[in-house]
């Protein structure tokens, strides 16, 4: 009988290993290549706070913003006149290279919509409890347009010296008053420590007239702080109708609705990064 060579099994030669490392490795960078650029393609969100705060009045804003994968710049506002600060705020958004999502508190509503004008890169304005005015419009103009302000009987006034000569007027609110007026849904323990160290706004921002309305070229958010004694409710819906912005309204939210509903505030944020893409 012939012997017969028994049949061989084919094995990949070692060669193919390496490939297919490479293989897996293409494959891996692809599917994560559209996150990554997602990330990137998110706007920037500037925070711009209001009278009697600073910026840290933002901070569980940023926390949630920067947790999505926002890049987030919250400015300390100069509050010492409309134009000026409008100014100063237009200089940071000249830095930011890609889209920009300008958010105001309060005051910072009036500073935004001024310093927006030929940034073609500010895709919204989002208004959180904040002042949209309309031009030759002041903050005070508006808060004495509708009652129900607290405001006018709470501050108390300071001297300053101006850097020229003179004098200036800064207005604070009266600790006394503070919670009530401003941020009665917060603990006692909180607005305490806010009342003491609040940020004065000088009377000539507040009374200064703004330039021409960003909000009438560029998409608008407006969120409604409906227990508000700032700036009354009536007066906050009055502009973001007028405005066309995308409204919703907290009911029971105090002005500084950013700190007592966070969430919220940042939904609002977001909903406007995403529409405006």
């Given at each position: 009988m012939s012997a017969h060579a028994s049949p061989q099994t084919s094995r990949p030669s070692r060669p193919a290993i390496p490939i297919l490392l490479a293989v897996?490795?293409?494959?891996?960078?692809?599917?994560?290549?559209p996150a990554a650029a997602s990330t990137a393609a998110k706007p920037t969100v500037v925070l711009v706070h209001?009278?009697?705060?600073?910026?840290?009045?933002?901070?569980?804003?940023?926390?949630?913003?920067?947790g999505a994968g926002y890049?987030?710049?919250?400015?300390?506002?100069?509050?010492?006149?409309?134009?000026g600060d409008?100014?100063?705020?237009?200089?940071?958004?000249?830095?930011?290279?890609?889209?920009?999502?300008?958010?105001?508190?309060?005051?910072g509503g009036a500073v935004i919509s001024n310093a927006a004008t030929g940034h073609p890169n500010v895709k919204a304005l989002v208004f959180i409890a904040a002042f949209a005015p309309e031009e030759a419009e002041s903050a005070l103009d508006l808060t004495g347009k509708?009652?129900?302000?607290q405001l006018p009987t709470s501050l108390i006034t300071r001297q300053y010296p101006l850097?020229?000569?003179?004098?200036?007027?800064?207005?604070?609110?009266?600790?006394?008053?503070?919670?009530?007026?401003?941020?009665?849904?917060?603990?006692?323990?909180?607005?305490?420590?806010?009342?003491?160290?609040?940020?004065?706004?000088?009377?000539a921002a507040l009374g200064s007239p703004s330039g021409?309305?960003?909000?009438?070229?560029?998409?608008?958010?407006?969120?409604?702080?409906?227990?508000?004694?700032?700036?009354?409710?009536?007066?906050?819906r009055f502009?973001?109708?007028?405005?066309?912005?995308?409204?919703s309204e907290v009911r029971d939210a105090s002005h500084v609705i950013m700190i007592s509903r966070a969430d919220t505030t940042t939904a609002v944020i977001t909903a406007a990064a995403r529409a405006t893409r």
């Open positions: 897996l490795a293409i494959l891996v960078t692809a599917l994560s290549a209001g009278a009697f705060a600073d910026a840290s009045s933002w901070n569980k804003v940023v926390a949630r913003l920067q890049p987030v710049i919250a400015p300390a506002n100069p509050l010492r006149d409309l134009a409008a100014a100063y705020l237009s200089s940071i958004v000249s830095t930011i290279d890609g889209p920009v999502i300008l958010v105001g508190h309060s005051y509708f009652p129900g302000s850097p020229g000569g003179g004098t200036g007027i800064d207005a604070y609110i009266d600790p006394a008053a503070f919670r009530a007026a401003f941020a009665a849904d917060l603990p006692a323990r909180d607005t305490a420590l806010m009342a003491a160290t609040q940020r004065p706004a000088a009377l021409p309305p960003a909000w009438k070229t560029i998409p608008s958010w407006y969120l409604v702080a409906g227990a508000d004694q700032a700036i009354p409710p009536a007066a906050q502009m973001a109708e007028r405005a066309g912005a995308h409204t």
